[in-house]
């Protein structure tokens, strides 16, 4: 199976002025565990996870005032949506994340696959698996 079979296509898309507090509240409406952050400065792309967002909460930050900048991964690992599951579960394992910003061509997100997605797709049971 191929990353884009498995892949949400849900994106949320923020920019790195955000809050913790908006992009968590986003990523809860969106129910989603990832956003991806858009620099329109750089147009570079980078990720913002549930656990950035938990890190800097349980370090002592106020996610009133954090701007997600400060807890964005840039040195983002990509996925092609004709990467194999294997590939991807791969990728994951080596850069120990779990989460990976699918990109058709050129910096175009399409998607984002995370290790539930990949999880779902390996279940023998294909069940849905509540959230």
């Given at each position: 199976?191929?990353?884009?079979?498995?892949?949400s296509?849900?994106?949320?898309?923020?920019?790195?002025?955000?809050?913790?507090r908006q992009a968590a509240?986003?990523?809860?409406a969106?129910?989603?565990?990832a956003?991806?952050v858009?620099?329109?400065?750089?147009?570079?792309?980078?990720?913002?996870?549930?656990r950035d967002?938990?890190?800097?909460i349980?370090?002592?930050?106020?996610?009133?005032q954090e701007?997600?900048?400060?807890?964005t991964?840039?040195d983002?690992?990509?996925?092609?949506?004709?990467?194999?599951?294997?590939?991807a579960?791969?990728a994951?394992l080596?850069?120990?994340?779990?989460?990976?910003i699918?990109l058709?061509?050129g910096l175009?997100p399409m998607?984002?696959?995370?290790?539930?997605?990949?999880v779902?797709?390996?279940?023998?049971t294909k069940?849905?698996?509540?959230?």
């Amino acid at each position: 199976m191929l990353v884009r079979d498995a892949m949400s296509t849900v994106v949320l898309t923020i920019g790195p002025a955000h809050t913790l507090r908006q992009a968590a509240q986003l990523m809860s409406a969106r129910r989603v565990g990832a956003a991806i952050v858009f620099d329109p400065e750089t147009f570079g792309l980078g990720i913002l996870t549930e656990r950035d967002i938990l890190n800097a909460i349980g370090a002592g930050l106020d996610p009133d005032q954090e701007p997600v900048h400060a807890h964005t991964t840039t040195d983002v690992v990509f996925a092609a949506p004709q990467w194999t599951l294997d590939d991807a579960a791969a990728a994951m394992l080596r850069g120990n994340f779990r989460h990976l910003i699918v990109l058709e061509s050129g910096l175009e997100p399409m998607g984002v696959v995370s290790v539930r997605d990949i999880v779902r797709c390996w279940s023998p049971t294909k069940a849905a698996v509540p959230a």
